[in-house]
């Protein structure tokens, strides 16, 4: 059973409980930013009237986990994406790389790290819903195993499709992720990215990277067999100077 | 001074490689409107606001004290940011408060200061806060209180 | 250096008063960037994580120290013995390409200090996990190919030999090496196909970094001969530079037939008319940095002219740099939806590392057998009159002063 959430736009009123209850439950400082930061891990956002929430998507095949060097960002087995800020070096590729833009950075500080929604991975594992969501007055953000969330949003999509636009968002959004949204207005409205592939971008790299090792073998076979040749060419020659 | 002209190459390359577009611009993606500060009443949404807390009475208050969110909130277009977390949490029960705080400034002291809503030492507004038990329901929706 | 600096005070050469300026102002900004964090030495952000140091420091650093694979696989793999006297000013160039590489890298990670635990937390899905470990061992190759320049010249023939014994597996691990980081810098990108610009995102990229790094190779190897004659009195014969020359036009021309179909490929071409902004950085790095080359070197006239091969190389370089430039920062701007322009801070900070590059190699030209085949004897004449021969010119007047 992996975990996610399903946010509903349409029963977002822009309250901020979720980025209050956030901001408790993670101990991060105030104040509240407008945008997602390494501070702030969820934001609300008005956008053409209507509001949406920024964070983590929690991708099913993440991005930043595929790219981290030394494997700080790892997704459980309950669905959260959760961080280690023990191993992690700084070198900010999963910053660059997370195709929704989710990983920032401690700029400010002289031991930065990185900061983003964990899905409040460890109440998760003891049973409980995110922060955001036990906070949530109107049920915008809902937390629940990631079926049956699928299964609510395509049940509001079918007995009110006047009301949404006919799409899940993160159904299959850069390979899926468990933070689902459904809005009432086109995605890209509310400055979500829909120009993402339907295949996770990990597979991208992994696609050169498993050639390696064959790679190696048979480079090194060839480079080995020119010296040869040529070693071998260069003795022959030698024999004949000293012949003739 | 060719030397210096190479090394002028090799470090304009990549300045001018940072350099900005002819054209004035470079629009930030899509910035959002405003953020929380001035939310739009959604019609069709049910806003289930947290039930009231109720704060048991120490021996010299007049009664005990019910704080209803309905009176500090607009449930048509509700501003959870304005007390949450930054005065008082949101996820767990608080502490009871005491007058002495209020009057530094903290807890419900932040706003009822006399400014921005009546003063917590104004002795004409106990019952405002510290209300005798109502009705039944009342007293049981306060008691159970509190955010799970 | 310094010593030397003291000694002839009458008047310190204009370039030494750059460098020692550069030095300090450095050493400032070092203190900026590990007591502030680095937004205060940078402008990088959120939305654009990767600029100069990564841009130039590590790509193009790593791609124009390829020289040194180039060469080594040219002399001990197919057994080109003519090219072995600028063997080793191009494993030094290469050794010292990829040490200021790491200190660069020092300088652009949040928590350097942690470098280390690429080496105990592996993760092999990751592109930079493969090329942390290929710059690493490729380094330690590197230093393993220089030591016996350093063991000549300190008379330790045994250590000198055993390295020798085991040159062909060293230089083949070398070549193996480089092949994969100079394409994984490549690969890098890979994995923002919705962020990078279509004029230099391809699913070939690899292949493109790692053609390209060869080609940058050979140019910085032209290049650097130039500079040797014109700091040391050392430089290439002809009949090494023109085959080079040679080498690097086919390169080139392969790297631009295979960059003009991926762009046709990927519907770019449409971009460049009329050109945008980033058509218009393409057309710069791509005419100045492949036509132009290949059209300077095309006839055998101009192959002739050392001076025609020297400007066609610096083209190349000038190409390679912009190229690494605009995949890592023109290419990135439009969909961060920001400007990038590097802070002072970084510009010092990078031209500092290329400074102490510069300087290191004049050093070691000075005191090590990298051009000649005996080691040089200590000088004792007097230093001659500073000239603007360039900063290697002054290290050498200063070095010259004294031990």
Known sequence: MTFGLLFDSTRCVGCGACTAACKEQNHLPLPIESETTAYTWTVVEKRNGAFVRRLCMHCLDPTCVSVCPVGALKKTAEGPVVYDAKRCIGCR??????PFGVPKYQWDRALPVVGKCILCADRVVEGKATACATACPTGATLFGDRESL?????R?????????????????????????????LPFDQLGLRTDLPRHPMPLLTWQVLSRIPNFVVLAGAFLFGVYWITKRREAVAEDERRLS | MRLFAATVVLVAAPVLACAGHPVPGGPVAGAPETAVSSPRPALDVEVRLPSDLAFAANPDAPAPVLFRHETHVDSTAPRCTGCHPGTFAILKRGGPVTHADMEAGRSCGVCHDGKAAFSAADSDACELCHQPPADAAGQAAGSAGGRP | MKSGLFRRLPRPGFWQVVFVILGLVFLWVTAVRFTQGLGAATNLSDRFPWGLWIGFDVLCGVGLAAGAFTLTATVHIFNLERFEPIVRPTLLTGFLGYILVIVGLMFDLGQPWRIWHALIFWNTHSVMFEVAWCVMLYTTVLAIEFAPVVFERLRLEGPRRIIL???????????LLSTLHQSSLGSLYLIVPNKLHALWYTPILPFLFFVSAVGGGIGMVIVESYFSRRAFGRHLEMDLLEPLARTMVVVLGVYGLLRLQSIAAAGGLALLIPPTYEGWMFLLEFGLGVLLPVAILLPARMRADERGLVVAAFLAVFGFVMNRMNVSVTGMEAAAGVRYLPSWMEVVVSLAIVALGMATFALAVKYLPIFDREPRPLPI??????????????????GAAGP
Do not use: F, K, N
């Open chain 1, 156 to 184: 509001r999509l079918e007995t009110e499709p006047q009301r949404y636009v006919d799409h899940v968002y993160g159904l299959d959004e850069a390979g899926g992720t468990s933070v689902l949204l459904l809005a009432g």
């Open chain 1, 93 to 98: 590729y999963c910053i660059m790389a997370c």
């Open chain 1, 150 to 154: 699928v299964r609510e949003a395509r």
């Open chain 3, 165 to 175: 014994a085991v040159r062909t597996p060293l230089v083949i691990a070398g070549v």
């Open chain 3, 381 to 398: 004449a007097a230093p001659p009159a500073p000239d603007s021969a360039g900063p290697a010119g002054a290290a050498r007047a200063a």
